[in-house]
Every structure is written in C-alpha cells, then in structure tokens.
C-alpha cells in the first residue's frame, strides 16, 4: 500500500461560524513558500550560518525555546544560544551556551546593545515578551541583525483590540465585532467584556448579561465589548 499525508484540518466549522476560508490551498501555499525561500536575499541565506550566535530576550524559564533553538542550529551549521535576561537566576541560564544578565529595557544604552551582538556575533534576535515587542521593533534597524518581531504598526493594530477589529473590517477580514459601547451592539443581548489592550486572556468575562457586563467594565482602564 500506499503512505500518505491525511491530518488536514475539517474547517467546516470554522466556515461556520466566519463564513470564511483560507483564500490559498495547501499545495499552492507550499509552493509560495519554496518560491519565496528561491528569491531570499543571499545574505540572509541559513546555509551560511557558521559559528553565529542566536540571542533570545527575556529568556526567564522559557527552557524549551533555548533547545528548540539549539538544536535548529545544528541543523543549519554551527553556534550558540545566548539567552538574555535581567534576572541572574532564570531557569534559561542553565539550558543555554551563554546567559547575559540584560540590564532592564528602560535602562540599557542603545550603544551597550549594539556592542553585545556585533562582539557577539548575533545573527538573529529573538524576543519571547508582548511588551518587548514594540521597544524591539522601535530599534531593530540601529541593531545590525535580524530582529524576528514586525513592524510597529503591525505589532500596534494586534495589541489593541478595537483597532485590530476595525483593520480586518476594512481590509474584508471577517472579526469578532467590538466596540466601546454595548449600545453600539443593540442586537445583543449577552456579552463579552475585555480590556481593550490586556494579554493573556487576564480579566475576561464571557456570556454576561448588559446589567454585569456595566459591573465588570468598571474593573478595566479601557473595556471593550463584544456581541
């Protein structure tokens, strides 16, 4: 017999309840790929990677990146895991090639970060927290390096609910309505109730009827709602 791939995804579901699917097929969507990986500049090719280093921030006991990220170095050439972290006794230290106790974000000099990854040979900088994103991408182009985090205007319209749900609705993208009002959402009768620029699903409330959803709300800086 024959050995063949068969852990597509049913997205019946997902049809569902947006009333869409994914624009590009699986076979297409690989070839996209290969052809994207062919036009890749040669400078940033994996091939060449030899004896440079990955640097993971805020790397506290994110243990499993470090030997994700190792052992994907040894498949693509030579170098180190450096893990980088304010605090002395993280977890990370001990499953990393180097650990650098990273003076805080709002303490280090521009010119101390610049220093480490050339004298380092960073070729690729990996931040792991939602609130490093944006100071990262704010100073990716003064570092030198590959700084895998998105542009701040991307990482801006993600971190802000009402935002991120006005920019899919522009761009035809089928979202979760929200809004800074229930009476914007009359046909309603329950709701969920978020801070408009939480993480991590912290202050959630699901299914509430309008009288708790007002309760709640009062519990967040900026709430937003949603049908």
């Keep these: ?11 019946t579901k997902l049809k569902e309840i947006t009333d869409w699917v994914p624009p590009t097929s699986l076979e297409d969507g690989i070839q996209a790929l290969i052809d994207y990986e062919n036009d890749f500049p040669d400078d940033h090719s994996w091939d060449s990677w ?38 002395q006794k993280c977890l990370a230290k001990y499953f990393c090639d180097v650990f650098w106790k990273m003076p805080p974000l709002d303490e280090i000099q521009l010119g101390e970060l610049q220093k480490y990854i050339i004298t ?41 609910k009402l935002l991120f749900a006005e920019v899919c609705k522009a761009n035809g993208l089928p979202c979760i309505t929200t809004a800074t009002s229930m009476e ?21 409330y699901i299914d509430v009827s309008k ?10 800086t900026d709430p937003v709602f949603s049908p």
């Excluded at 009288?211 to 967040?220: G, P």
Aim: hydrophobic residues 35%; contains cysteine; glycine residues 6%.
């Design 120 to 160: 380092n040979q960073v070729k690729l900088v990996i931040p792991t927290r939602d609130a490093e994103l944006k100071w990262w991408a704010e100073r990716k182009s003064d570092l030198g390096t590959y700084v895998m985090v998105s542009d701040v205007e991307c990482l801006e319209n993600c971190f802000d």
């Design 211 to 220: 009288e708790t959803a007002l309760m709640v709300s009062k519990n967040h």
């Design 50 to 87: 030899t004896g440079q280093n990955v640097f993971i921030s805020s790397a506290s006991n994110k243990t499993e990146l470090c030997e994700v990220v190792s052992r994907s170095i040894e498949q693509v050439g030579s170098g180190n895991v450096i893990a980088a972290d304010c605090n």
């Design 1 to 11: 017999g024959y050995v063949y791939e068969a852990s597509v995804a049913d997205i």
């Design 184 to 204: 914007e959402l009359e046909e309603s009768s329950t709701f969920v109730v978020r801070d408009r620029y939480g993480a991590g699903s912290r202050h959630v």
